[in-house]
């Protein structure tokens, strides 16, 4: 047996009271030292919503410490996260009723709230931190679904030529890293082709690969206003909770078209698809810990029932699955803790 062998069968085999497992964990000192994972503010991408109007910041009900800022609040937000080191956040609109219609054409319209956003911020900060915009439509439908309706489904096809136009619009706005959230099949291809067609060769796309049709979402509406408008559900186009094959399926698909990193959305139910993918593709990989993650840890939190520390402990298991980075509503609550 070789000498490698021979060491490998005695850590394996070593036992108490030669081998006391606590020795390492004795120290704080020697805990830091140890540890196979850690949590930096690297790792954190910030949620924003936003709205029309001047001088708003509007509460979320459902999501306790979350607002909808109007425009001319939103450079103080963005300024606190280039302060925090946060590398990136991420733009979804509050889009008032009367914008609304069954096409969602209010999404292809260069002056929308995503757009004026994206030319506010780039003109202030440059690119001292990234810009993520969703590629959807349900912010903008009436029926509160991300695609265009026919016969009562998603017309898989007819979605993916609005979507190409929104992320071109997006991009134009300064836009730098587009991110699909519809599930629509073959809408990445057909995006990053439109945007190397259009000399935007260096925007990212940051894939809602894995998005699961969950029940996880309801707070997120409630921040968009697309919660009551919903008919139905949108199962025909997210993914079926039970399964896990699947998620490679589309993961591979995205990756052939030509995708820069993707999502897996919720987080914390689904960390099991996380590690997989990390393991199988090797490529960055985004969590998102969703609105109802958030809104329950939230409210645990205020009533006591745990204490704060559970929010770091919930994003290292994140990164202990193999995700690069999460998106959560955490992010400007914990950054200078990090």
Known sequence: MSHTKKLLRMIITGKYPELRMRRNRKRDWSRRLTSENSL???????PIFIIEGKNKKIPVKSMPGIYRYSLD???????????????????????????KNSLGTESINSNNLVCKACRQIKKKFKYKIGIMCDVALDPYTSHGHDGIMVKGDVDNDE????????????ASAGC?????????DGRIS??????DKNNFKHVQILS?????????????RDAIGSKNLLRGDKKTYQMDFKNSDEALREVTLDIKEGV??????PGLPYIDIIQNIKKRFKIPVIA??????????????????VDKNVIIETLTSFKRSGANAIITYFADKIAKDL
């Open 159 to 170: 979605t993916i030529k609005i979507l190409v136009e929104q992320s071109l619009l997006q």
């Open 288 to 305: 998102y810990q969703v609105s109802g993650e958030y809104s329950m840890i939230s409210n645990s939190i205020q009533k006591k029932i």
């Open 208 to 220: 809602y690969a894995v998005k699961y049709a969950s029940s996880y979402y309801g707070p997120f």
């Open 73 to 99: 609040k939103l450079n103080s937000v963005v300024q606190s996260a280039v302060n925090m080191g946060i590398p990136m956040i991420a733009i979804f609109p509050y889009t008032e009723k009367k914008l």
């Open 176 to 184: 730098d890293v587009i991110a699909p959230s519809d599930m629509m």
């Open 40 to 46: 930096s503010v690297n790792d954190l991408i910030l």
């Open 190 to 195: 057909s995006i990053r082709k439109a945007l």
């Open 260 to 265: 820069d990193m993707v999502i897996v959305k």
